[in-house]
């Protein structure tokens, strides 16, 4: 039983394109989060949502869209594809508001690349 | 404000011990530590508190300087399976996780 799960997998796309990832967790839990990790591995936080609120909104551009229809799904939307926007996307979920003293539990990622 | 980790990369024969080091500049409510294999997720090991408490991994252990706001993730006889990419992730106010660049380490037979 897959606890976070992400599709698709891979994701490839021209420049200029819109797509979405979307992002299911069956743990119960109630934040979920989107990191994007680019080419040198560095890994960082887009977006946070707690039983469906944004609480985390990092500087990300307006293209980047987060939508969560219920606390077990994240879905991230992106627009308008720049060749920057090349990454792998990685959903997590943790319990009682993630970072504070929770584990964070990692989908299996979504490798993304424009062209 | 993303914290430091140190050394960048490490190669390490198998039974042998590594110390993995996380420095920030501000203040910490946790230190995270997570270990990403290539090709994977990354997946949990430890969190260290405020007041020294932790939890996590049975076989790896870890400190929590807060007042100088750095953390050391020790790898004792190592595991041709320790082998990844280990990142500290720092808690700023409001629950957020800040990681490090990583640590890749090495194993070798």
């Known amino acids: 039983d897959t606890a976070v799960s992400q599709t698709p997998k891979y994701l490839v796309t021209q420049m200029g394109n819109d797509k979405s990832i979307k992002c299911e967790q069956n743990l119960g839990h109630d934040t979920m989060y989107w990191y994007k990790q680019d080419s040198k591995k560095f890994l960082k936080i887009m977006f946070s949502y707690n039983n469906k609120e944004l609480i985390i909104n990092e500087t990300v551009p307006n293209r980047f869209s987060p939508k969560s229809p219920d606390k077990a799904h994240l879905n991230l939307h992106i627009n308008s594809l720049e060749l920057g926007d090349s990454a792998v996307y990685f959903c997590a979920s943790s319990p009682l508001g993630g970072g504070v003293h929770n584990e964070q539990f990692f989908g299996p990622g979504t490798r993304l690349t424009v062209l | 404000q993303q914290p430091v980790q140190s050394p960048q990369a490490v190669i390490l024969r198998e039974g042998e011990d590594a110390v993995i080091n996380c420095s920030s500049s501000k203040a910490l409510y946790s230190v995270h530590w997570y270990r990403q294999k290539h090709g994977e997720a990354p997946v949990f090991l430890m969190i260290?508190?405020?007041?020294?408490e932790q939890k996590g991994h049975e076989k790896i252990s870890a400190s929590f300087n807060e007042k100088k706001q750095q953390s050391s993730l020790y790898l004792t006889a190592s595991q041709l399976s320790y082998s990844g990419t280990y990142f500290c992730g720092t808690e700023l106010s409001g629950g957020k996780l800040i990681f490090g660049q990583g640590t890749e380490l090495s194993v070798k037979p």
């Open positions: 260290l508190l405020k007041g020294g």
